[in-house]
């Protein structure tokens, strides 16, 4: 069983930057996609971004296109999300998750099987 914890959530204001990582334990980290997922208080969780297994293969949301940039190293089994430009309505908890299927890139949270416990990203006006 992979275990997952982030770190490097905090306040920041709008138009500044914030990295998240995402560091893996337990399962082979190197074989699955692992993606970035937020929840806002009172929506759904959504999709972030995600980077395929060997890393060659990144999507992202619309809504972070362009300011956000997601990462791995398969040799320390950790992950980043990068986050430039940042804005208010990217508040939320963050999430990294393992996809379930090996090799697999998809970007939907039922594809996903182990989870981080989150980090709360809050982007001040």
């Known amino acids: 069983q992979v275990q997952l914890v982030e770190s490097g959530g905090g306040l920041v204001q709008a138009g500044g930057s914030l990295g998240l990582s995402c560091a893996a334990s337990?399962?082979?980290?190197?074989?699955?996609?692992l993606g970035w997922f937020r929840q806002a208080p009172g929506k759904e969780r959504e999709f972030v971004a995600v980077?395929?297994?060997?890393?060659?293969?990144?999507f992202y949301a619309d809504s972070v296109k362009g300011r956000f940039t997601i990462s791995r190293d398969n040799a320390k089994n950790t992950a980043s999300l990068q986050m430039n430009n940042l804005k208010p309505e990217d508040t939320a908890v963050y999430f990294c998750a393992l996809h379930r299927i090996p090799v697999a890139v998809t970007n939907s949270t039922f594809h996903f099987g182990s989870w981080g416990q989150g980090t709360q990203v809050t982007v001040s006006s």
């Open positions: 980077i395929s297994y060997n890393g060659a293969t990144t």
């Open positions: 337990g399962r082979t980290f190197s074989n699955f996609a």
